[in-house]
């Protein structure tokens, strides 16, 4: 559902998207397939749970053809607080 909202929105191919809480790539499995490339960066706190979408729900020409970023990290807090 997320998805379709974004494109009603106004996602297009050029748009950058930053999805944070990526999980398994259920919806990240459609922007990167959407957007152009080097145009998704998707951050999980949970590293084997992002693992697994990357292995299991993109492919690797989808990998080399849309260069999408990735990061596991649990540092979800404001800086200088």
């Not at 748009?15 to 919806?27: M, N, P």
């Not at 080097?38 to 084997?48: A, D, P, S, T, V």
């Not at 080399?64 to 800086?79: G, I, L, Q, S």
């Amino acid at each position: 559902m997320s998805f379709p909202t974004l494109i009603r929105e106004g996602l297009w191919p050029p748009s950058k998207v930053l999805d944070i809480g990526c999980g398994a790539l259920r919806a990240g499995y459609w922007l990167v397939r959407f957007l152009e490339p080097e145009r998704y960066y998707g951050i999980e706190r949970n590293r084997k749970m992002l693992d697994n979408g990357i292995e299991y729900v993109l492919t690797p020409a989808l990998l080399r053809a849309k260069r999408p970023a990735f990061d596991h990290n649990d540092r979800f807090r404001r800086v200088g607080l």
